[in-house]
Nanobody, 123 residues
Framework: QVQLVESGGGLVQPGRSLRLSCAAS????????MGWFRQAPGKEREFVAA????????NVADFVKGRFTISRDNAQNTAYLQMNKLTPEDTAVYYC????????????????WGPGTQVTVSS
């Protein structure tokens, strides 16, 4: 029911910022929990942030708290991840995900996934 495509990734120097976008297609975008995950080579996919359909609930992982924020614009069928003060440890493929069932923080909680966008933080 939902198709997701990420954009906004690329190469950035440490300390700079990027904003990732997730464009969704489907008539019920506003009813889905939206999440962001990331995966670096040799590591498990890890939770980054999520926001509920009604915008009441949102959270970010401890390792990015204070640097990353999640938001969504239901009228535009788009979710965002604002990433500030980037470090080389943030280098990963970032994935947008949607859940029709729960507000969660594990990959198993999510039903739909985008193809991912590469973020590389290097000087």
């Amino acid at each position: 029911q939902v198709q997701l495509v990420e954009s906004g990734g690329g190469l950035v120097q440490p300390g700079r910022s990027l904003r990732l976008s997730c464009a969704a297609s489907g008539r019920t975008f506003s009813s889905y929990t939206m999440g962001w995950f990331r995966q670096a080579p040799g590591k498990e996919r890890e939770f980054v942030a999520a926001t509920s359909w009604n915008l009441v609930l949102s959270n970010v992982a401890d390792f990015v708290k204070g640097r990353f924020t999640i938001s969504r614009d239901n009228a535009q069928n788009t979710a965002y991840l604002q990433m500030n003060k980037l470090t080389p440890e943030d280098t990963a493929v970032y994935y947008c995900a949607a859940s029709a069932r729960v507000y969660g923080s594990t990959p198993q909680d999510y039903d739909y996934w985008g193809p991912g966008t590469q973020v590389t933080v290097s000087s």
